[in-house]
């Protein structure tokens, strides 16, 4: 015992001597080994800098290799794709989904429904009477340009030939005639040659191709004049892409809306699977095992079935589960479905809003009908915007076929109507009370004629437009000569002037022209 413990005294006192040997030995030897590991990791460290990948990002941290310096650089993954050339794509998604076929359907609809106005003094109602018999196929134009980016609508007369088809469409040789339309998107029946553009810088159809040549559902080709075409094209693209990857045309109405579409489907998936597994019930019965081991018990097997049957008629008859005593049940149950609805509304907004079509893409009416109202407003303002861009040059063409048969002369001028109907709300009949009021006092002061009034009551009530009918041949000959007439009927000899003795009134000499200028400033 005593050897034992001075042999451990002594393995103490060698312990004690090496710390105290490296103490002594730490400012040279463990500075040195110290630094040495800090340049060490220093280089490793710069090592893995240079030699890393940095992840895509808009945020730069070159330690961590994240993002890059230039923020251009960091949204590098975005890039020009072909979704729009994808047609097979795009026509299984418009077979499928309710919601991409609302999405292209409806401001389709709605940009033709809503009408249009046209401005000419006379025949505006033959030419609106027409123009709504192709109601019909320019929603068509529109559904299908909107859904791939492009379609036409060939203008068709009766009694025109084939081959006159190829020549520049003629003024003089439609009018009168039947007009039909044809339509047909820019991939189905349709080829177009831009080796030969339209260079005509007045033309509608400036570089434009001049040929197209359409594929009929009986196999039969002809070749159409630009002239006799409609061409649809949706979203402007930068010339780069509409001329390189688009081929002329305009992007598919779903290319910027895909990720959302993505996400919704893959949204539905999975709720409808959490809501699947939101109550999980286990029930534990001997023999299981054999069964799933392919036991051929064939006995065994059809009597645990006719269990698992009796336990399942009597949940879905009394909501009670019958069990062996043997047996065991379980069930999980998962409390998150609550926060799914708000998932889905958020996404519901956000596919609204890729579309502008908030609060009418869904029928949403949570907030009443003001608030539908207002959701109107602004789906209205988004479609007059969609037709000022895509629909003036195609109904402008087909206006020109349209008053070339009714032998109008006059230029051609429209406006697109609103979708909403106008509301006799309040503010508005006020205005018009007010409006009412004026006139009836211009009226009394002989400015208005009774014909004049019902002139401007009419475009006020149909336009919001203020328009008196005031023109320079009006004022100068109708007025003037209503004017001249009721001086005349004035006796200035026998006009009763109460005065001060003192005051010296001079009474005008009789002129035609005193009140006109007293009025107007002008000269008669």
């Known amino acids: 015992m005593e050897v034992k413990d001075s042999i451990n005294k002594v393995k103490l006192q060698a312990l004690k001597n ?20 800090l340049t060490n990791s220093m280089d490793k460290t710069m090592q893995t800098i240079k030699d890393s990948k940095p992840v895509k990002d808009a945020y730069g941290n070159s330690l961590l290799a994240v993002g890059t310096d230039d923020i251009v650089k960091g949204f590098s993954q975005y890039g020009v794709t072909n979704d729009s050339l994808n047609y097979p794509f795009w026509t299984a998604i418009y077979n499928d989904s309710w919601v991409f076929k609302k999405a292209i359907d409806k401001p389709a609809s709605d940009m033709i429904s809503a009408g249009i106005t046209v401005n000419i003094q006379k025949d505006a109602d033959k030419v609106l009477a027409m123009y709504k018999k192709y109601k019909q196929p320019l929603i068509s134009l529109c559904k299908w340009g909107r859904l791939y980016g492009g379609a036409v609508a060939v203008m068709m007369f009766e009694g025109i030939k084939d081959k006159d088809y190829e020549k520049p469409l003629s003024k003089a040789k439609i009018k009168g005639k039947t007009m039909r339309l044809y339509v047909t998107d820019r991939w189905y029946g349709l080829s177009t040659d831009y080796s030969k553009t339209v260079t005509d810088m007045t033309n509608i159809d400036y570089g434009k191709p001049e040929m197209y040549t359409i594929t009929f559902a009986n196999g039969s080709q002809t070749k159409f004049h630009h002239s006799y075409v409609i061409r649809y094209e949706n979203r402007q693209a930068p010339n780069i892409i509409k001329n390189g990857y688009l081929q002329g045309w305009g992007y598919a109405e779903g290319a910027h809306i895909i990720n959302e579409l993505m996400r919704d489907d893959q949204l539905k998936a999975d709720i409808t699977s959490l809501v699947n597994k939101s109550l999980l019930e286990i029930v534990k019965m001997s023999g299981m095992t054999g069964i799933f081991n392919g036991s051929k018990d064939e006995e065994g097997q059809e009597q645990l079935n006719t269990r698992l049957e009796m336990v399942t008629w009597a949940r879905n008859i009394n909501s009670i589960t019958f069990l062996d005593k043997e047996d065991d049940y379980e069930q999980f149950s998962f409390g998150g479905i609550s926060g799914l609805s708000d998932l889905m509304t958020t996404n519901m907004t956000l596919i609204a809003a890729a579309l502008d079509m908030s609060g009418i893409l ?12 207002v959701a109107m407003e ?49 503010e508005k009949v006020e ?31 149909s336009k919001g437009v203020i328009d008196l009918g005031l023109t320079d041949d009006y004022i100068k000959k109708e007025l003037s000569n209503e004017v001249a ?40």
């Open 18 to 37: 090496k710390m105290l040997t490296a103490a002594l030995n730490f400012n040279n030897e463990s500075y040195l080994r110290l630094n040495d590991s």
């Open 362 to 373: 869904y029928g949403d009416l949570e907030g009443g009908f003001s608030a539908d109202e």
């Open 378 to 426: 602004r789906y209205d303002n988004v479609l007059h915007g969609m037709c000022d861009e895509f629909l003036t040059d195609p109904v402008t063409k087909l206006l020109t076929s349209i008053f070339a048969i009714l032998g109008i002369t006059e230029p051609i001028d429209f406006e697109f109507n609103s979708i909403i109907a106008k509301r006799q709300t309040k």
């Open 431 to 461: 205005a018009m009370k007010d409006f009412n009021d004026m006139l009836i006092t211009l009226q009394d002061a002989g400015i208005l004629t009774p014909q004049k009034l019902g002139y401007a009551i009419m475009k006020y009530t």
């Open 485 to 524: 007439n009721e001086m005349e009927d004035i006796d200035l000899d026998n006009l009763d002037v109460d005065t001060d003795k003192n005051e010296k009134v001079e009474i005008p000499a009789k002129k035609k022209d005193s009140l006109f200028k007293r009025i107007f400033g002008g000269k008669h």
